[in-house]
């Protein structure tokens, strides 16, 4: 994202990247699938027309040590008749009335929709068997004013599996540590609109990836779930904490309202017009293709909000969007629900010392440092794709260098032709989502240029010694280059704004051009 902010230096008073909000999630392993419940039902000798019985009491000890916590700590346990209730405002007008700087603040219990255990027969065998339903039952949120995270909440589950929801905010828990640091800055809702110490901020907000996550969150556990220790006294039962969901931003802070306003619509328009599904699925590093006959289906939506204006791409659960926050932050912000599409460079879980390989990103809290590490590329290449909507120089000049001859290791170059349909394929090829994060290598590019059907040796020996004159074509141009001692290429920062631009002028409709030329 380099060019983006060279580009709105005279405009910005720089950026800082980081963890938003992030929804963690415990469960108990052993009790959180059919065959995993009915083991330890069997295990402790609990009975399945026992089981409601069982539950009910369990539910009975989550409560009476949840009201014993309120009333230690002086700390109201309110009865929400219904979910419609916003209860972070509600715990925040709570603190502030009642002057809470530290702690508890107050827990709501509520009856929301869940996923649990019932027991009940079955027509054809005539006898009881456990079942996994949506169902409801009541759930506590306890609200904390914690000293090193701010606010933060944790959710519990009263009916097995005894599911939890942590939620914590990453600019929250970095305002403590600039307040901590004797760093001056200035917060409006959930973001900076200045920082005196820009270098020192993004350096506290990195740190926060250190963390002993799942020590973090077992210490929270037991301040907020007392009872976890006596429901499972005669055999421990821990949690297994997972990211749900993890929101990464990217905030460029602007001058002032008037040099944010100069910019963004031509940013939203081009978002707009210009990002197509390659595009975005390039951004979150994810393949076009599924297989031979699926493909991946981007959404993008456009809204208008009090706040701001917002444009977002989704793909599944995954997204990147960008808006407008406090008037003066363009906010780009990567959210992850589903890793299983996202792959990272790890050795197989339960043998840490192995051969690494490009394996699944997992839910876990261990990858959660790779995750934060994808979605900022991911905020990075969409802030670089953004760069070219304001670039001063003409496109005729961004592209004239490529398409003529050039030298490249004292051997000519041939010109490139973007219009044409082989380089236009290739350049197509290039720039495709699963290429994003790991490279590409000349057998990766032989299917896309030549199809995948089988040929003799011979065939596929002219088609690699093709490709690797179209690779040397795109190197001298200064448009990839190769990683060291291997076999990959990458995209050059000038390779991606070049291709940037011939595909922002290829999707412009000609009374656009036509304008522009006068």
């Given amino acids: 994202m380099k060019s983006f902010l060279q580009q709105m230096s005279s405009k910005i008073k720089g950026a800082l990247s980081g963890l938003d909000r992030v929804r963690f999630r415990g469960t108990i392993r052993w009790l959180s699938s059919l065959r995993g419940m009915g083991s330890y039902l069997g295990t402790m000798k609990i009975l399945l027309k026992n089981f409601e019985e069982w539950g009910k009491a369990r539910t009975a000890e989550i409560e009476a040590a949840t009201r014993a916590l309120g009333k230690e700590a002086k700390r109201p346990v309110i009865y929400l008749p219904g979910s419609n209730v916003r209860k972070e405002t509600l715990a925040m007008e709570i603190a ?103 270098p020192r901020a993004q350096e506290l907000a990195s740190q926060q990836l250190r963390t002993d996550w799942s020590a973090l969150l077992d210490s929270f556990l037991r301040k907020c779930h007392p009872a976890h220790s006596t429901m499972f006294a005669s055999r421990p039962l821990d949690y297994y904490w997972s990211a749900e969901e993890t929101e ?25 017009t210009t990002f197509g599904s390659p595009d975005v699925l390039r951004f979150l590093g994810q393949p076009p293709i599924v297989n031979r006959t699926t493909t991946r289906e981007v959404v993008s939506s456009f809204k208008t909000r ?25 906010r780009v912000e990567t959210t992850i629900n589903d890793p299983r599409d996202l792959k990272v460079f790890r050795a197989k879980e339960g043998d840490p010392t192995g051969k690494k390989n490009w394996l699944r990103l997992r839910k876990g809290v261990a990858d959660l440092k790779r995750r934060a590490e994808i979605s900022q590329k991911s905020n990075e290449r969409y802030l670089q794709a953004l760069a070219s909507v304001n670039h001063n120089v003409p496109l005729g000049t961004a592209v004239s260098a490529i398409c003529k001859p050039t030298e490249f290791k004292g051997r000519r170059v041939r010109a490139l032709q973007p219009l044409s349909p082989e380089d236009g394929l290739l350049l197509d090829s290039v720039v495709r989502g699963e290429f994003a994060v790991n490279g590409f290598r000349n057998r990766d590019l032989r299917p896309l240029l030549f199809g995948d059907a089988e040929v003799p ?62």
């Fill in 96 to 198: 502030c009335a009642d002057n809470i700087t530290q702690g508890l603040i107050a827990v709501f219990k509520c009856v929301e929709p869940c996923w649990s255990f019932k027991v009940g027969p079955n027509a054809q065998t005539k006898m009881l068997e456990l079942r996994y339903l949506p169902s409801k039952c009541s759930h506590f949120y306890f609200y904390w004013l914690d000293p090193q995270l701010g606010l933060t909440h944790l959710r519990l589950q009263s009916w097995a599996p005894f599911s939890i929801h942590v939620c914590i905010n990453g600019r929250e828990w970095l305002s403590r540590q600039l307040t901590k640091a004797g760093i001056g800055f200035e917060q409006r809702d959930n973001c900076f609109v200045d920082i005196d110490d820009l």
């Fill in 248 to 272: 990464w931003a990217t905030d460029v802070m602007f001058q002032s309202p008037d040099a944010l306003s100069s910019v963004y619509p031509n940013l939203l328009r081009h978002g707009m």
């Fill in 306 to 330: 009090p706040e701001g204006t917002r444009i977002k791409h989704s793909i599944n659960r995954n997204s990147i969007k960008m808006y407008d926050k406090q008037q003066t932050v363009l």
């Fill in 457 to 518: 040796p011979t065939e596929a020996k002219r088609q690699a010694a093709k490709i690797t004159r179209l690779l040397r074509m795109l190197r001298g141009h200064g448009l990839i280059q190769k990683v060291t001692k291997t076999h990959r290429y990458t995209f050059t920062e000038q390779g991606l704004q070049t291709i940037t631009a011939i595909k922002a002028a290829m999707t412009a409709n000609t009374e656009t051009l036509s304008k522009l030329a006068v």
